[in-house]
T-cell receptor, first 108, second 113 residues
Framework: GQQVMQIPQYQHVQEGEDFTTYCNSS?????IQWYKQRPGGHPVFLIQ?????EVKKQKRLTFQFGEAKKNSSLHITATQTTDVGTYFC????????FGAGTTVTVRA | NAGVTQTPKFQVLKTGQSMTLQCAQD?????MYWYRQDPGMGLRLIYY???????DKGEVPNGYNVSRLNKREFSLRLESAAPSQTSVYFC????????????FGPGTRLTVL
């Protein structure tokens, strides 16, 4: 089974609003990666976090690694239609699978 | 650089038929992976190869075999296809080690009737 859980599984967002998706682990992680998959496409790497409390930004996307390195979050501000897709987190501590991801739809 | 390539893009099989999905990468990566993706199930790891000459089972290996032919190529074989293997299959590669950015291929959409 999956050791890294993502919530929520689905996120319906009004264009222009903010939202956050979370990735939780029962054990301490050495690192975490985030990916985005557009509908009909393949997953594309977004970022890797390694340090406790690390925060990285990519334009409207903010990624954070928890102080205890057991959770991570992706916050998107001013959601646009280009943000539609499924966002996955992964850690190479677990050579099993990605989670189900958070599938984001946007209402114009 | 083509990155990760997969063939074929689409395939329809009858139950009991066999086939091999091909994957190649031109990034000199050490590690390669095969995933399947089903609606609502995320990406589930079938097999992976941490380095040339090694292969290991992932979460859902039953019904599949793999071959790491050389550093570039990692194939996935279905010996006797079943309808439960209808899925989208992705191959990926990474440098390995502590930095694990994975590069994915475009996927193979497989239907087993």
């Amino acid at each position: 089974g999956q050791q890294v859980m993502q919530i929520p599984q689905y996120q319906h967002v009004q264009e222009g609003e903010d939202f956050t998706t979370y990735c939780n682990s029962s054990t301490t992680l050495s690192n975490i990666q985030w990916y985005k998959q557009r509908p009909g496409g393949h997953p594309v790497f977004l970022i890797q976090l390694v340090k406790s409390g690390e925060v990285k930004k990519q334009k409207r996307l903010t990624f954070q690694f928890g102080e205890a390195k057991k959770n991570s979050s992706l916050h998107i501000t001013a959601t646009q239609t280009t943000d539609v897709g499924t966002y996955f987190c992964d850690s190479n501590d677990y050579k099993l699978s990605f989670g189900a991801g958070t599938t984001v739809t946007v209402r114009a | 650089n083509a990155g990760v390539t997969q063939t074929p893009k689409f395939q329809v099989l009858k139950t009991g038929q066999s086939m091999t999905l091909q994957c190649a990468q031109d990034m000199n990566h050490n590690s390669m992976y095969w995933y399947r993706q089903d609606p609502g199930m995320g990406l589930r790891l079938i097999y992976y190869s941490a380095s040339e000459g090694t292969t290991d089972k992932g979460e859902v290996p039953n019904g599949y075999n793999v071959s790491r032919l050389n550093k570039r190529e990692f194939s996935l074989r279905l010996e006797s296809a079943a309808p439960s293997q209808t899925s989208v299959y992705f191959c990926a590669s990474s440098e390995g080690g502590n930095y694990n950015e994975q590069f994915f291929g475009p996927g193979t959409r497989l239907t087993v009737l």
